[in-house]
């Protein structure tokens, strides 16, 4: 247990109806009891665990806040500590006053993350579990939101847990093997098992590196040339009025940036200027940065008016590889076809939409969902949410396996076979947190908000 006390605003800065000013340690009770007045004479330091009272904020005599305190004390609480929550009104001004008397008092302003990491330290929950707890808090969509929760409850944490059990088991015949090669003991049916292992990591990694994709999101550019319909497109999957749509060639001059989810994944749209020779210096700015946003896209569409015969500018980006997939999007189906036979050139494939009236917009998204996560919607039982650093783990976890698996196949000794899983217990215990090194410790927790 820790000896200091820490403090912290766990609601998010600016108005509100309800701040809450979070405090954990040793002296939290007793420091919250010092400026905290109930009309009743209640005393915080005499209060039974897990109860709310009513009263004020006070320091010097002036009341600071009408305020709501909550006592839990250890070990049934967040942090296996004592610790208070002070419901405040939601103002800045207001909470940060509420804050500031408890610092003044004794307590310590908490680092990011460090009421969290508490928990862990205190074994209340795996790093694994505090892992998710920070993706709950950052989810951009629902799927996110599910696994991250799934994860919480220690559905990832336990089938590492099992994985390393395993390989315990496996290392300990080979160990009796090796000390005791007497004993006779039948390497061969120890392969069943390290394959089993093997596959059962494979599988985790696999669905981490969709859960990557569920996590970090993907980026798709809107691109063609001027007055195709790029706005219109970007408004029309938004469902929103975002990017200013004239019949003026040229309108957008910069790129426009918006999220949406489709099939549970962030998708970050990038609205680009017009490409084609620019007229003025903005102009140009404006087409510089529509290329550069093609560089950082996972996927391209390029857009092109089927309602008008094919100009030049549609040539020479139809024959542009853009180094990413590229979905050849052909526009204004609502209107009659005079572009004639358009080319594919560099692209993966070709939808013909309606952005202003919205048709084929559907079949439009579900094709994203198939260039962007090869045809597969992810769910919450096919993804986890690792970040690099885990997955690294993971892969490192697998390969020493595959690895052991090669050398018993091509009959190398225990010993050899031995070392390769070793590497692989290892990282099983990095992953369940066993160990970690405070840098580690430190960069997962960096992640976190103040007040968590």
């Known amino acids: ?3 200091d006390t820490i403090a912290a605003i766990s609601t998010p800065i600016g108005e509100g109806g309800v701040g809450i000013v979070r405090l954990s340690g040793p002296q939290a009770i007793g420091i919250a009891d010092g400026v905290f007045v109930s009309p ?21 005599g002036r009341r600071i806040d009408e305020v709501l305190a909550s006592v839990m004390r250890a070990p049934r609480t967040y942090t296996r500590e004592d610790v208070v929550e002070i419901g405040c009104h939601g103002g800045i001004v207001a909470v940060r006053a509420v804050l500031n008397a408890v610092l003044d008092r004794g307590a310590r302003l908490a680092e990011r993350g460090e009421f969290t990491k508490r928990a862990y330290l205190n074994g209340r929950i795996s790093l694994d579990q505090a892992q998710a707890v920070a993706d709950i808090v950052r989810a951009q969509t629902r799927l996110g939101l599910e696994a991250a929760v799934d994860r919480l409850g220690g559905r990832f944490s336990g089938a590492i847990a099992g994985l390393r059990a395993d390989l ?3 290392l ?5 093997d090796i000390d005791f090669p007497d004993l006779d003991v039948a390497i061969d049916e120890l392969l069943p098992r390290v394959e089993a292992i093997e596959a059962r990591a494979a599988d985790l990694l696999a669905r981490a590196e969709r859960g990557a994709v569920v996590r970090e999101g993907l980026t798709v550019a809107i691109i063609g040339r001027p007055n ?4 219109t497109l970007l408004n029309a999957l938004l469902a929103e009025e975002r990017s200013i749509v004239t019949p003026i060639p040229g309108t957008t001059r910069d790129t426009v940036e918006e999220v949406m989810s489709i099939a549970g994944v962030p998708v970050r749209l990038i609205d680009t200027a017009g490409l084609r020779a620019p007229g003025d210096l903005v102009e140009a700015e404006g087409v510089r940065r529509s290329r550069e946003a093609t560089k950082r896209s ?3 569409l390029l857009l092109v008016d089927r309602s008008e015969p094919l100009a030049d500018e549609d040539r020479d980006l ?3 590889d853009w180094g990413v997939p590229t979905l050849l999007v052909l526009n204004k189906s609502d209107l009659a076809a005079r572009a004639g036979d358009v080319p594919r050139g560099a692209s993966i494939g070709r939808i013909e939409i309606s952005a202003k009236d919205g048709a084929n917009l559907a079949a439009l998204s579900g094709r994203l969902v198939e260039l962007l996560l090869g045809g597969e919607v992810p769910s919450r039982n096919t993804i986890l949410l690792l970040d690099t650093w885990e997955r690294d783990l993971l892969r490192r976890l697998r390969d020493g396996a595959a690895r052991a698996v090669t050398a018993m196949r091509e009959g190398l000794t225990p010993d050899m ?3 390769e899983l070793r590497s692989a217990y290892v990282a099983s215990g990095d992953l369940q947190g066993i160990d970690v090194n405070e840098s580690i410790l430190d960069a997962v927790f960096s992640r976190f908000c103040v007040g968590k």
């Open 318 to 320: 139809l024959s542009t």
């Open 298 to 300: 996972d996927l391209v």
């Open 40 to 60: 009743k004479g209640t005393r915080l330091a005499g209060a039974p665990t897990h109860t709310i009272h009513y009263g004020h904020v006070v320091v010097d």
């Open 168 to 170: 315990a088991a496996v």
């Open 417 to 419: 076979v031995a070392e």
């Open 1 to 3: 247990m820790h000896e």
């Open 172 to 176: 300990a015949d080979l160990e009796v």
């Open 228 to 231: 195709v319909g790029k706005s």
